[in-house]
């Protein structure tokens, strides 16, 4: 066990793991899936987010996707990507983001390196070759892969509903290492992110949950803090800076 005692001691020796869902973009104008007024809540998830609905109607799902890469080339990083960017390069022990958000805003923020388990919607697909290309204009029925020049076998590079998670292993590992693990802006209703508190604190990490509300998971964790990410964030990553 690696237990210490508080959510930012021991200066310079301790990894930090990072988890990061869909309330760290809303305030950079990206809407999440689950609220009321969420992107669910206009479209059938089944229709527009599993293989089963990309077979029955595929103009349908590109259309979808390619309306997400718009609002995301639109969107800007907001000061929660700013602050995890920083701490990712100032602090003195190990951080490491995992992202369940399929923009590219830590990124853009300067977030070095960002494990995306649920893909990228600014990079395509091949399902011929599995080549995964940036590709930041639109999907249509006659795009054709530059790898192995197939046509209409190009899809967003996005894990939908009942497809397997990217980095599942590296996680896994990176949760068993952990010293801290930090939860922002999830809900905890999808798995297997959903349980990866309860990994990490099996392991022995201290946890913490930044939220604008509880998550459906949070009492796993040790800690909880309430609020806009934009403000949270930031004042963590200043406190860890600044103490340890």
Known sequence: MRKESG??????????????????????????????????????LEEVATPEGYAANPALVLDFYNQRRANCREAAPNPAHFALARLAKEYPGRVTLITQNIDDLHERAGSPE??????????????????RPAWTGDITLKSGCAQCESVGRIRPDVVW????????????????????????????????????????????????????????????????????AGILVPAWVESILKYG
């Open 7 to 44: 959510m930012g001691t021991q200066r310079g020796g301790r990894h930090i793991v990072i988890l990061t869902g869909a309330g760290v973009s809303a305030e950079s104008g990206l809407g999440t899936f689950r609220d009321e007024d969420g992107l669910w809540s206009e479209y059938d």
């Open 161 to 228: 509903f009942g497809e397997m998670p990217y980095f599942l292993d590296e996680i896994a590992e990176l949760l068993s290492e952990a010293d801290l693990f930090v939860a922002i802006g999830t809900s905890g209703a999808v798995y297997p992110a959903a349980g990866f508190v309860a990994e990490a604190s099996r392991h022995g990490a201290d946890t913490l949950e930044l939220n604008l509300e509880r998550s459906e998971v949070s009492a796993y964790f040790e800690e909880t803090r309430l609020g806009e």
């Open 114 to 131: 960002v494990l995306h388990m649920h893909g990228e919607i600014m990079r395509a697909r091949c399902a011929d070759c599995e080549a």
